[in-house]
């Protein structure tokens, strides 16, 4: 069967399976990881109504060699909020992830909320190489010799300097900092906190997928997560007990995918689906199909917020929910395909504005993003469909893998280099995400903490806080508060001590 792979791959690769698939058959499709970054490259910037500043940082291009083209400069943008700060005050940093920091702002309220009770200072650092950070500025995607500066360890390497500028123009050497990330941002606060020890005292990382590398959790748990979030996505409590209502909705997801491969293998069948799908233009491929409700389930299940949300799409509270309502309340007699398409439109059309489905996507015709490059170098992260899931089954093929990195940059994936490079369990604080296993759901240690709630989604605990926010959610953002008032408290004692 199929590798599984990258998500980020998803666009890229369903173009090129376009161009080399018969159309008959159900070729590889390459499922979403860590999941939704393709889909904030397609999240336009907020407008600038944020309350920041902003700021560009003269940033050196390469920090760990002394090769005369590693002192390149290029400006590094950061956002600035001063509004509650006081001098020796805390410094709270965003370690930006992969795409505009304008749009991380807007979505991690929860920092502006916590503000004036830490009277700290709050900065977004982009990333290299995403919004407007870019080394080589349009010319940075150009080939794997400017891409090859895109990688964590660099991204980390600026964060570091840049605080140190930071602090030393504000003349707050003694500042504590504390670095927050959600998703590959939660990665790089968690490792930052390990690598600049002496920088941050603590980092809270929210639904980062840190241990998705080499062996150390299951390949399939990440997919497994998104099945058992529609399995019981219903827990009615009867008087006889807990009694889930939801089997069908798995169910249906499940048988959905061979009606699929039947009527794909039917002479009229792409024909048949184009209209079923309501798409824009003519199918040329049924694996198009697999992939646009691939990623409705998949990305339902990561935002399955508590409360309406506009992240990816906007979306009602708890879509999950509705999509199963919908699957179970179809007439009988209706197909799993159909009623699969008629959940998936709640993903789609929720703004109830879509007159067609756009099914084959638009590539890039650059082809060449941030992301991709980063799983095709160090982010081998590998996931796979267990029969357990409600995908179908598939695993993951590394060679095949690092053979359309070479195709595509000419690199070859480094499997092992993010283990070697930051471990494996490491340490800091991580608040949690329910949706999926990868994250780290247990304590490693007093100092390194794990916030585990049953109910959540991606990274819910960084939005801003809301009237309807059900009281799970208010007393993990409560904890978060406490531990790092904690850890201040500590910093202090230690600093009048000193
Ligand atoms: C600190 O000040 C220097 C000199 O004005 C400036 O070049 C640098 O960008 C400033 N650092 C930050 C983080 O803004
Ligand atoms: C989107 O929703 C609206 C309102 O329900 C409906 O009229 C329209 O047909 C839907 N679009 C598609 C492509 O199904
Ligand atoms: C980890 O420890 C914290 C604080 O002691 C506690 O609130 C939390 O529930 C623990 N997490 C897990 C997953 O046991």
């Known amino acids: 069967m199929a590798p599984c792979q990258s998500l980020l791959f998803l666009f890229i690769i369903s173009l090129y399976v376009t161009l080399t698939a018969p159309a008959n058959s159900l070729p590889a499709f390459f499922p979403p990881p860590a999941a939704y970054q393709s889909l904030i490259k397609q999240a336009k910037a907020p407008k600038p109504n944020l309350p920041f500043k902003t700021h560009y940082f003269p940033q050196t291009l390469d920090h760990f060699t002394f090769h005369p083209k590693s002192y390149k400069i290029f400006n590094q943008k950061y956002l600035i909020n001063t509004q509650y700060w006081h001098k020796g005050a805390p410094i709270f940093v965003y370690t930006g992830n992969e795409g505009h920091i304008d749009w991380f702002a807007a979505n991690t309220g929860f920092m502006l909320d916590i503000a004036p009770k830490f009277k700290d200072l709050i900065v977004f650092i982009e990333h290299r190489f995403y919004g407007e950070s870019m080394p080589f500025g349009k010319d940075s ?64 990382a929210s639904s980062a997928p840190i241990l998705q590398f080499d062996k150390i959790i299951p390949w399939s748990s990440f997919y497994d997560a998104v099945s058992q979030d529609f399995m019981f996505s219903f827990i009615t409590k009867t008087k006889r007990g807990i009694q889930d209502v939801s089997q069908n909705c798995y169910e249906v997801i499940k048988g959905s995918w061979a009606e699929l491969e039947t009527i794909s293998t039917q002479k009229e069948g ?40 506009n992240f990816l799409k906007p979306l009602p509270a708890y879509p999950v929910q509705r999509i199963c309502k919908i699957i179970d309340k179809y007439p009988s007699g209706a197909t799993k395909l159909s009623r699969a398409f008629a959940a998936a439109s709640l ?86 995400m329910s949706l999926s296993i990868q994250i780290v759901l247990r304590n490693i240690s007093v100092s390194i903490i794990a916030l585990v709630t049953e109910k959540g989604a991606h990274h819910v605990d960084f939005w801003a806080a809301t009237k309807d926010a059900p009281d799970w959610l208010v007393e993990l953002r409560r904890q978060e508060v406490e531990i790092i008032q904690k850890w201040l408290k500590e910093y202090y004692l230690d600093l009048r001590q000193a």
């Open 141 to 204: 995607y150009k080939s794997a010799k400017t891409l090859g500066y895109l990688t964590s360890q660099e991204a980390l390497g600026d964060f570091a300097v840049l605080i140190r500028s930071l602090k030393q123009n504000l003349s707050s050497e003694t500042s504590p900092v504390v670095v927050f990330g959600g998703s590959y941002g939660g990665m790089l606060a968690a490792w930052f906190r390990l690598k600049y020890p002496h920088i941050a005292i603590g980092a809270l």
């Open 347 to 432: 993903y789609y059309n929720y703004s109830q504005t879509e007159n067609c489905f756009e099914v084959e996507h638009e590539v890039n015709t650059h082809g060449l993003h941030g992301w991709d490059w980063q799983t095709c170098t160090e982010m081998v992260m590998p996931m796979t469909c267990s029969s357990e899931s409600m995908f179908p089954q598939t695993g993951f093929d590394y060679k095949m893998f690092a053979e359309q990195c070479q195709m595509k940059y000419g690199v070859s994936p480094r499997q092992h280099w993010i283990t070697t490079e930051f471990g494996g369990e490491v340490s800091i604080f991580y608040s949690f």
């Open 270 to 309: 792409l024909a048949e689906l184009s209209k079923a799908f309501r798409t824009c233009k003519r199918l040329h491929l049924t694996a198009s199909v697999l992939g646009w409700l691939w990623t409705a389930f998949v990305y339902t299940a990561m935002v399955n917020y508590p409360t309406e949300a």
